[in-house]
């Protein structure tokens, strides 16, 4: 384990024994949250040097061993603490007269004094023992959260939706954000003093703010970097020449942390927000001190970032920090799908989308954005905010985006889907991207493309990044009902409705024979989408065609009519009601009477193709499979294609990381190649055949074991590449470079198609002209 990561798991268990003392002694709420935090600052300050070394040590360990003393040495401590030297005791003794005022409102509020035992001293101590300068306050936030993450905490945090964003993803939308551009500026500047003056007093004139700061971390992470930045514009201005400066050191420091403003929900992660700035800044003062040889000491303080405590999506962020000030907006707002939400989350979206159709449909966190694009308008705010990767995919979509393109949103870069790590304990397995945007356009867009989940970003230019976060216009695909193109029409396979009593497995098929022979001939396989990727159909006693003289014969089978007709009638649904009357019937139904293509509801994000199949008249699919009764050769060899894929990944919404295929969304927008070739079309049957020849010389295999991506024969895959090959060629005679330049001409053959009163002559020369001479060449 990475040693920094054990140091922060050592400093959780150690500091939430002396929670858990400090609780069982009658500490809780409000006071108990306050009283932590300050014990973590003197904690911090005596490893740290903002208190002289292990005086705050040696102060508690002077008490008696029951503890009995503690809590009133704490709270005139606290007082002490609060309290400026010339107005402090004489009579005070030498440890505590000595100590730097630290004022900030920190130490102001009277606690009272917790009545402290042996358990609870105990507690304190071993925090005493444990060296907390080893800790960064980037993780500070999410450390103290867990230590307060009783049961019934991380039960709210959950209903919140609260998330604590590692270090490595807050860089990197702090990177895309600001920070590369600052870097690249400061590199212009030289040697120039007035261009490294001008570029220090820029640093000092940012503002940022954080509406979902949450314990602080992406404003500790943004300070820590500009106070990096201006270190070494110290460095480049005095050249070495430290000693002639020790005395004005701290009038040349302009970086401060009243440069950062946040919004947080609850009371607490706000404070911890608090105490983590001053710390970084405590930090950096010391990295100063290192470099110019003069010790930098902001005591008291008497500057702090401003965490304004509210609901986001119901407050004025002006009222935080005005728009006319601010320079950046940034964070990682709370996740929460529209089936999870609260009562109070549905109220809070409800009020900041108002006529926004199907607004139902969207993520907790597009408040924020829609929120962000009111406080952005009409300013140059560049904004950025880690997100569920959902808001990018499928039907939310077509809800959120087009509202905010209204608004004059543009996107300015994006980090497309990548695996997000935590801090926190019990990590939680998201899938999140982050977008950069504003109320204006830039020429400088880029995507952040992600070869692994888990890996390194690789930067790509862009003309225009659309909502599904590849180059391309800004459309969003909403549902449609029935194809954009002419081509068969989809729809999903069989309901029955039935609790069970029709579908069984192949011993229950036997067994019920067994008793029922003449049952034997109303039993045929049963699809669904796990039991056609295994190869491991049900069986479905389908009675829909049988005559009544046959049933009357068949008590057993009989019995099985009786059950679902009396589950029907139970059911509170009046249409469900209504199908009592019909019970050998099935609620949906669909039963091609020739062979039919299906394809999967929901198939693994790992597999390069959705595995796709012909099945025989005789089966049944169930409705977690999409029917294409009517499909032919060369729909198949599209729809099982690289290009249909490139659409389906941007397209389609995503059950965890999985596809979730849809037939109104995905299916039905697919833009088909335009009026192709003879020629062309046969080339595309013929390596189709290719595809299910190669397939049938592995019996015995599964479409989940074919379609693995570790175990997939070389000799299916070569002959999907050919495939993939001659479906691109129905689109234009150009090769695609990948994916990326698949969807870019998708999305514009898609708008192409889609634009009204287009006449159909210009529309294609239009698609011709997507082979330009530079892609020829």
């Known amino acids: 384990m990475d040693p920094e990561a054990t140091l922060e ?55 008696r061993s029951d503890g009995s003393d503690l809590g009133p040495l704490l709270a005139h401590l606290f007082t002490v603490l609060d309290t400026d030297k010339p107005d402090r005791s004489p009579k005070l003794p030498d440890e505590l007269r000595e100590l730097p005022y630290v004022n900030g409102d920190l130490f102001h509020e009277d606690l009272g004094f917790a009545e402290f035992d042996a358990a609870m001293r ?15 306050p980037a993780v500070f936030g999410s450390l103290f959260q867990s230590i307060m993450a009783t049961e019934e905490g991380r039960r709210k945090r959950r209903q919140i939706g609260a998330h604590y964003t590692s270090e490595r993803d807050i860089l990197k939308l702090v990177r895309s954000l600001f920070l590369d551009n600052l870097k690249a500026e400061l590199a212009r500047c030289g040697a120039n003093e007035k261009k490294l003056k001008a570029f220090h007093e820029k640093l000092a004139s940012l503002r940022f703010l954080d509406p979902a700061c949450g ?72 990295r100063v001190g290192e470099v110019f040889g003069s010790p930098v000491l902001r005591l008291p303080l008497k500057k702090s970032a401003r965490i304004v405590v509210g609901n986001a999506l119901r407050i004025d962020w002006n009222d935080a920090l005005p728009a006319a000030r601010c320079s950046y907006v940034m964070g990682n707002p709370p996740f929460v799908g529209g089936k999870f939400q609260a009562e109070a989350q549905r109220d809070d979206l409800g009020l900041v989308c108002k006529e926004i159709k ?12 829609l929120r962000a694009s009111e406080y952005l308008r009409k300013t140059e705010i560049r904004a950025a905010f880690v997100s569920t990767n959902s808001i990018t995919q499928g039907e939310q979509v077509g809800v959120l985006w087009p509202e905010l393109f209204r608004r004059g949103i543009k996107i300015h870069f994006a980090h497309r889907t990548f695996s997000w790590m935590s801090e926190a304990r019990g990590k939680a397995h998201v899938h999140v991207v982050i977008i950069g945007f504003g109320a204006f356009d830039r020429s400088d867009k880029v995507i952040h493309d992600y070869s692994k989940a888990n890996g390194e970003p690789i930067p790509v230019a862009a003309s225009n990044i659309g909502p599904y976060l590849v180059s391309g216009p800004d459309i969003a695909i909403t549902n449609r009902s029935t194809p954009l193109c002419k081509v068969p029409e989809i729809g999903i396979g069989n309901k029955p409705i039935d609790d069970g009593n029709y579908l069984f497995s192949r011993e229950e098929m036997k067994s019920f024979i067994r008793r029922e022979p003449g049952s034997k001939r109303f039993f045929r396989p049963w699809y669904g989408a796990d039991e056609f990727l295994y190869s491991s159909p049900r069986w479905c006693l389908w009675l829909g065609e049988a005559e009544p003289r046959e049933l009357r014969a068949l008590p057993h089978v009989l019995e099985r009519i009786r059950n679902v007709r009396r589950f029907r009638l ?32 929901v198939s693994s994000e790992r597999r390069s193709y959705i595995p796709i199949e012909f099945l025989e008249p005789r089966s049944l699919a169930s409705d977690l499979l999409f029917i294409l009764p009517s499909a032919s050769l060369y729909h198949f060899g599209v729809l099982t294609s690289a290009m249909h894929m490139a659409w389906v990944r941007q397209v389609c919404g995503r059950l965890k990381s999985d596809f979730r295929y849809s037939a109104k969304l995905v299916y039905n927008n697919f833009p088909w190649p335009q009026d192709p070739a003879p020629k062309q079309v046969a080339d595309v049957e013929k390596a189709a055949q290719r595809v299910l020849d190669v397939r049938a010389q592995f019996k015995g295999n599964t479409p989940a074991d074919l379609y693995d991506p570790e175990t997939m024969p070389k ?30 001409f ?3 053959l898609y708008q192409q198609l889609t634009a009204p009163l287009l006449p159909t002559a210009k529309r294609a020369r239009r698609r011709r002209s997507q082979t330009s001479p530079a892609e020829s060449a």
Request: charged share 25%.
């Open 215 to 286: 314990c602080g971390n992406f404003l500790v992470v943004a300070y820590r970097e500009l106070r990096l930045l201006e270190l070494e514009v110290l460095r480049a201005l005095y050249n070495g020449n430290h000693h002639q400066e020790r005395l004005v050191l701290d009038t040349l420091l302009k970086v401060d942390v009243d440069q950062m403003y946040g919004i947080e929900i609850e009371e607490w992660p706000a404070r911890i927000a608090e105490v983590a700035m001053w710390l970084i800044d405590h930090q950096m003062n010391e």
């Open 9 to 63: 798991i050592q400093a959780v268990e150690i500091l939430s024994e002396l929670h858990d003392a400090l609780e069982r002694g009658g500490y809780s709420g409000h006071r108990l949250e306050r009283f932590l935090v300050r014990v973590l600052f003197c904690l911090f300050a005596n490893d740290t040097g903002i208190f002289e070394l292990d005086s705050f040590k040696t102060l508690v360990k002077s008490t």
């Open 746 to 748: 998708l999305f514009e």
């Open 570 to 601: 139970s059911s509170k649904s009046a249409p469900t009601q209504a199908l009592a009357d019909t019970p050998t019937r099935f609620h949906v139904e669909n039963i091609p009477k020739r062979r039919f293509l299906v394809i999967p509801k």
């Open 358 to 369: 199907n607004a139902g449909l969207l993520d907790y966190v597009s408040g924020w954005y």
């Open 715 to 744: 000799a299916l895959r070569e002959a999907h590449k050919g495939l993939d090959r001659a479906v691109d060629r129905c689109y234009r005679s150009a090769p695609f470079n990948g994916d990326g330049s698949r969807v870019e």
């Open 122 to 136: 105990a507690a304190l101590v071993k925090c005493c023992d444990f060296n907390l300068a080893r800790i960064s």
